[in-house]
């Protein structure tokens, strides 16, 4: 794919995000001859600083950037960081915008860009709509002369009705395929490896529906708490910040249609018609015997006393808000009717790792039951992080006379193809939207589908007394989230 001569310019370039992800990314891009000819950064916040200064607090003086690179990479840096700018702005002054336009227009015409300007909304969601209709105002929608794209962070809303809020004001000023949300789950490669497990390989696709599989389950745990994100974390809770924008996506993989062609809209329409056919739960009673949200508390890990949430900087004292989700729900349609699935998303747990468990139903005649075959035996564990890879479990007889089963691993990991280097999701998601290619990006019905799911999780854990429990920061969370999976099993503890 080209990627043409253009310009990102980033809305909250002062903020976390842009030194810890978006610089590191485009200076891997650049590192690996990925950049067009003609590119530059503009940043764009409220931080009165130089060029000078933008370009040593995220390029040349950031430990973000130091840490991913090697010595013999130093010597780029300072070529890197030439191509980086600044410019001071209010992003909700709209007088602030007049002079934004002349700075564009100056670096585009010095440095040859095209008039191809990506705008990177990496600012809480309350100003997209502010920074959108000033980019309007001041014609930067317009693709009469180059190409205009929009990306946004997620948190995307806070609720079905203000996503909906959301989609409405951004399309009042740029049009659906020019907005890229950003959901960086998309941009791992296990994540995208989902589909070609599925859909290329003909040992998998057969199995993958409610004839062969039992149950699914996904599980996404943090080592870290809140860390310094209290005060954000506190208004959004693990349902919104993890489960309704990553988890969902992953979930779309796994459950959608084959698409017609591996095409941005078809795999959008697939995924559109997946979530939709995510079965709401709207009774009190559904939600309370399906639903687990819990906080942890304050223990000690590995000699030293960690807090608990509602302990942490900025998190309210009596903050009801969960950093534990675990959800069970079934997916309505003919592929899934009536499998359960299992997804659970925490902070605060013993390790980090993301995996999906697709837990096959036992062979229908049993000759081996009595022989150490158990239905637990067959299971394709994709690994999303870390350890990427694949992990089949299936049962081998034990050499010797009689037929003793025993459990076997296939291990397949990525780490095996290390000739190939993994670009992280950031750099591979940027590089798409420089290239104009949204397969990895929620469409807005996709996200609204999403939170159509969340929303009635999210009331009824605001409206009824359900209860939040607690769990020892560094376990596998609350006791009693063993009984939502018990009619199965037990959760898989991926360290254990
Ligand atoms: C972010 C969430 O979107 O994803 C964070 O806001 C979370 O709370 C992070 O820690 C997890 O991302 P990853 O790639 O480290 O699994």
Redesign the pocket.
């Given at each position: 794919n080209k990627t043409e001569n253009q310009m990102l310019v980033i809305f909250g370039a002062s903020g976390d995000l842009t030194a810890r992800k978006l610089i590191p990314a485009i200076f891997a891009l650049a590192r690996d001859g990925y950049l067009p000819e003609n590119f530059v950064v503009l940043g764009a916040s409220r931080s009165p600083w130089s060029d000078e200064e933008f370009r040593e607090n995220v390029v040349t003086e950031s430990k973000h950037l130091r840490e991913k690179i090697d010595e013999s990479q130093k010597k780029m840096i300072t070529g890197f960081a030439d191509r980086l700018f600044y410019h001071e702005l209010s992003d909700d002054q709209d007088s602030d915008y007049g002079p934004l336009k002349k700075r564009i227009d100056s670096l585009n015409s010095e440095h040859h860009t095209d008039s191809n300007y990506i705008f990177y909304l990496s600012t809480p969601p309350s100003v997209y709509g502010p920074i959108s209709k000033n980019l309007h105002q001041q014609g930067l929608h317009k693709e009469d002369e180059g190409w205009r794209r929009l990306i946004v962070e997620?948190p995307f809303g806070y609720s079905l009705e203000t996503a909906k809020k959301l989609n409405k004001s951004l399309h009042q000023y740029f049009k659906e395929p020019q907005i890229f949300r950003i959901d960086?789950?998309l941009g791992k490669e296990t994540v995208q490896n989902l589909l070609v497990t599925r859909f290329a390989n003909s040992i998998f696709e057969p199995l993958w529906n409610r004839n062969y599989i039992h149950h699914i389950e996904i599980t996404n745990a943090?080592s870290?708490g809140v860390e310094k994100?209290g005060g954000y974390?506190d208004k959004s809770g693990a349902l919104r910040?993890?489960f309704q924008?990553?988890l969902m996506q992953i979930i779309a993989f796994v459950i959608m249609e084959p698409p017609l062609n591996s095409n941005a809209e078809q795999i959008r329409d697939e995924k559109l018609k997946a979530l939709k056919s995510l079965r709401v739960m709207t009774d009190p009673k559904v939600l309370h015997d399906n639903t687990i949200r819990a906080q942890y508390i304050s223990s000690v890990i590995d000699g030293e006393k960690v807090k608990g949430y509602r302990e942490e900087a900025d998190v309210d004292p009596e903050s009801k808000t969960e950093t534990y989700a675990a959800i069970k729900f079934f997916v309505d349609n003919w592929r899934w009717a009536e499998v359960p699935f299992y997804v659970r998303t925490a902070k605060r747990m013993p390790t980090k790792v993301?995996e999906v468990v697709i837990h096959f139903k036992t062979p229908h005649h049993q000759i081996f039951k009595d022989a150490g075959m158990s239905n637990k035996d067959n299971k394709l564990i994709i690994r999303i992080?870390p350890d990427e890879g694949i992990l089949i479990k299936f049962g081998v007889k034990v050499p010797g006379q009689g037929f003793k089963v025993e459990r076997a691993n296939l291990d397949f990991y990525y780490s095996g193809l290390a000739e190939n280097h993994v670009m992280e999701?950031y750099e591979r998601l940027l590089l798409d939207a420089m290239q104009g290619d949204a397969t990895l990006y929620a469409r807005a019905d996709e996200v609204e589908a999403a939170w159509a799911f969340v929303d009635p999780i999210l009331e009824y854990w605001k409206n009824s007394d359900a209860k939040v429990h607690g769990y020892s920061a560094g376990a596998w969370g609350p006791e009693n989230a063993d009984s939502l999976i018990d009619g199965v099993g037990m959760w898989r503890n991926p360290s254990e």
């Open positions: 997620k960086h789950y943090e870290g994100r974390y910040d993890m924008s990553h993301t992080q999701a």
